[in-house]
């Protein structure tokens, strides 16, 4: 058929400089969000939200509120019998509470009113009676026993679950090592605080069909969980995901609101809004987990890894949510930034009374990322090798696996970190700026999309349909969300390209359970990879019918077929050519009516034991970056002067775009390592003692002003992988994670403290100076990793002992094997 | 139902002068968005805490959320929907779009209104001024440097425009 090859010298649209689709319906406040959407005889929804902590709840009494003048619908628990959640494994919400709240913003009543202020007054005439049990505040609380655990599926006290894994014998390789390096970190848990306020629109129609209009980053699980809470087909339900005011994470469960105003809708047959006040998301989260970790590192003395022990342990607040994904992640990705020739590690997650944690902006990774970056620097420091040159010596090959099975793509990270290193002047700098300024450096890598979906099934992870006809107009379908990340234009760009138009000539639909394919969402970075390779394909097939009409017609070789310009031509003679809608005319007289299809799934992974489902993906980025700062020593404050970041994409769609996705990643990453914090406390006792929420508003919730941000100076490391569209890897979390420990770094190298915690805030900073003044240990950090009860490990070799990806029994196997990097058998090994 | 009563109100909004009856408690980003749907006008706090409602008051940037639409009898108020002169985007709209002065765009009529209001009484701002007058716009996505970026570009094409239009004349 006519495919030719693509390459950077013929592409007309991919890899320049473009105005994304959406700018200018943005700029002019014309896009629709979902609170922008007004119906015809609206109603207004409002949610009576738990005062306390935990409690039983014995009563809810409505019938003040019911008869409020302008109320139309009051619903409790009992109107919602089936549970949900987002994962198979932890169906553990309700729309409303029926018998329990688990924290303080559990929701357990909702007024469907005729505005929202008659919805407000009437939730304060709803009695709830309580039975208040005791709060879970913290981690270590909830690795105690307990009477009444916040969930009868957890597996012991308030464990949620607990995981053991080890890929070789990690005991034998850090006995081995010249040098066994253990450290203990802390990374509180944050929010994603998108600057949209969660909001849905649901509408019935006369026939029994209900449409919901949400900001959801996941209209397909959305469409899933209401099938599943409102026991009513699938088919008849609509998820209309609206342009996300960004979503970061925040966005990818299905909520509990989504579900009540859908419900009101059918009961009422009217259109009900709900939209959260900033408290409320606030209190909705889903946020990052806060993480307590543990590193046992063993390292010889040139600097290479023998083998790592890691142990996390995640607050996962009161609810399943995406949480036993989020601990698989605080692990399973580890592997993959650097060779690891054996990993062993445990992980276990708690409830506690306090709003759910869930995935944020690269979900469950910044928390060890920042752990294993600022331990390498301690290695470096110690054995007196460059950090840069530590790293660059441990980079794996490419379309390796790693010691978890993971298959590795392109790895641009060595690139990444020569051009920062030579970018920000590093080797003038390391060691060298006076007391007070310092540059530290650090690394990542991330997923370009998750290789198994949430639910088991055998179908594509994205599917695009391109529908063309005689006016030469192009539309395509995908189920994907665009969450400000510009996944809309990154589909209408690649249909352009293969199509050889214009983007003004393709329009699309998205993100529609109606008219548009499944895609899965807009989670684990995995828009661009999978509902690109669907755009590429179903772009491919309309080309190719278009390219075989046009042959026949004009009597060239189809293989001759070229497509640019608006025009379908001969490539040896582009003056024998006809205009794309000729084409698309002559393509519907010789094929009738014209639609194709794309669909994609990830690879299939190499790692065949239980659990081995976390963690591969078909490609993975690689970032470096180096921070710059300066330590005010008599305030404890720290200013990120510039950072310097490079990032491996693959191959860059639209340069500007991903830019100013990297400058964004980075602006979290600072917010994160220097000030974000979803902290709780307790009221004072006289008031309730009630657990509740440190900073739920945007101006105690610390992030980034205009005036804080540093300079960024991006560079894009472009090397196309083979499983990416046009060679694309992901770029919406990777460039996120070397930030926290770039900081930290930075910060040692300028005052020599050590703040082994994120955030790394002023009274912490003021806290390491004067242990180092007083001639102490100069460290902020957890002292010891608590004691945890862990499962026996599922032991699996690495793929250079033998493994075959299998969970194997462990002795046996674990003598007959030769390690891997490891020649000479050593010694003691130190503590550090 | 809510008891507020209603006022007749008079503002002048995006050149059109409008006439409403408006409940008493409603503030000024309520009255644009419910009652006159310019909905361009975003919230993301409703408590002056981010920026998303900014629209200009006379001339001056204000936080919607946090004036009472009573206050603005006789005002004129400027949003998102005024920005363009009909089919004429303004210049800080181009650049935005250019210059990947938006992702999400959540924050961006926000920060259209607040960069107007600034290049209106700072020609050429430096970046600092930028910084300035633009750091009670929170945004989640950009991490605001090409939003400065575009800002500079928007001065350059104004002052570029003007010249050139005083060049014609000469
Ligand atoms: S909505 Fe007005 S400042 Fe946030
Ligand atoms: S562009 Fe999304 S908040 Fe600014």
Redesign the pocket.
Known sequence: MSHREYSSDTFRIIGKPRVRIDALSKVTGQTLFADDISLPRMLHCKLLRSSLPHALIETVDVSRASAHPGVQLVLTGEDFPVEYGILPVSQDERPLCRDKVRFVGDPVAAVIACDEQTACEALSLIDVSYQPLPTIATVAEALQATEAPLQNYAEEHNIHRRLAYSFGDVDEALAQADHVFEDTFLYEGNTHMAMEQHASVAATDPDGRVTLWSSTQCPHYVHRALAKALEMPAAHIRVIACPNGGGFGGKTDPFNHEIVVTKASMLLGRPVKICLT?QEVFYCHRGRHQVTMKFRTGVNNDGKLTGMHLQTLLDGGAYGSYGIASTFYTTALQPVTYQLPRYSWEACRVFTNKPPSGPKRGHGTPQPRFGQEVQLDKIAEKLQIDPAKLRLGMIAPANSLTCNFLKVGTIGLAECIDRVVSRSGWKDKHKKLPRGRGVGLACGAYMSGAGTAIYWNKMPHSGVQIKLDRSGAVTVYCGATDVGQGSDDVLVSLVTEVLGIETIDVKCVTGDTDLTPVDLGSYSSRVTLMMGNAAIEAAERARDLIASAVAEKLEIAVDHIGFAERLVFDVEDPNRNMTFQQAVICAEEKHGTMATTGSYAPPKSAARFPGGGVGPSPTYSYTAAVAEVEVDEASGVVEVTRIYIAHDIGRSLNPVQVEGQVIGGVYMGVGEALMEESGSRRLPPKLSDALVHDNPS?LEYKTLTMHDMPEVCVDIIENPDPNGPFGAKEVGQGPLLPIMPAIANAIFDAVGVRVDEVPITPVKVLKALEMQAAGHDARVGPKAFPNIEWPQAMFVLPPWEGGDGKASNRPERKRAAKMHTMDKVKGASEQT | MSGSKKVQLHLNVNNEDMHVLVESSKTL?EVLREDLTLTGT?????????????VLKDGKPV????LLALECEDAQIETIEGLADKDQLHPLQLAFAQHGGLQCGYCTPGMLMTAKALLENEARPTRAQIREALSGNLCRCTGYQQVIESVEEAAITIEETENSAAGVKS
Not at chain 2, 63 to 66: K, R
């Open positions: 900033r945007m | 980003l975003k919230h993301g706090c409703e408590l002056g805490e981010c920026g998303a409602c900014t936080l919607s959320c946090l």
